[in-house]
C-alpha cells in the first residue's frame, strides 16, 4: 500500500506535475514527473478514466500501479513528484506488461529530471 504522504492528492498538484518536468510514455502507461525538494518525500498520482473501462478494471489497473509505485517509493523515498497516467491497452494488460512499462517510463523519467538538474548545476542551461 501506498502511505497518504506519498501520494499526489490535490488537482493544483496534479496540474503542475503535468504541465511541467519530464514525461515518458510506453503502451499502458505515460508518466510525468518533476523533481521537488530534497527534503519532501516523493509522492505518486494516478489518473485512470473511464477510457479505461468499467470501475473493475479501472480499479484493478489502479491497484496494480499502485502496488508498483509503492516499490519505488521504498527506493525513492524523497526528491520526486510523479503522476502515472493509464492507457486504455492497460485494461487488457497482464501484471508483468504493465509493471515493465511502469518501470521503463519511470526510470526515463528520473534520468531526465537527475539529467537536468545535473546540467543546470554545473551551468550549462540557464
Do not use: C
Not at 525538494?37 to 496494480?64: C, D, M, Q, W, Y
Not at 497516467?85 to 485494461?91: D, E, G, Q, S, V
Request: proline share 4%; aromatic share 6%; net charge positive.
Amino acid at each position: 500500500m501506498l502511505p497518504m504522504t506519498h501520494r499526489v492528492r490535490t488537482a493544483a498538484d496534479f496540474a503542475r506535475i503535468v504541465r511541467s518536468g519530464a514525461r515518458s510514455g510506453r503502451r499502458n502507461v505515460v508518466l510525468y514527473g518533476s523533481r521537488t525538494e530534497e527534503s519532501s518525500p516523493s509522492r505518486v498520482g494516478f489518473i485512470v478514466g473511464k477510457n479505461v473501462g468499467n470501475a473493475v478494471t479501472r480499479n484493478l489497473v489502479k491497484r496494480r500501479l499502485r502496488h508498483a509505485s509503492a516499490e519505488w517509493v521504498v527506493a525513492h523515498p524523497h526528491g520526486y513528484d510523479v503522476v502515472v497516467r493509464a492507457l486504455p491497452a492497460a485494461a487488457d494488460s497482464d501484471w508483468p506488461a504493465l509493471r515493465k512499462d511502469f518501470t521503463g517510463s519511470l526510470a526515463a523519467v528520473v534520468r531526465r529530471l537527475d539529467g537536468s538538474d545535473t546540467a543546470e548545476r554545473q551551468g550549462r542551461v540557464s
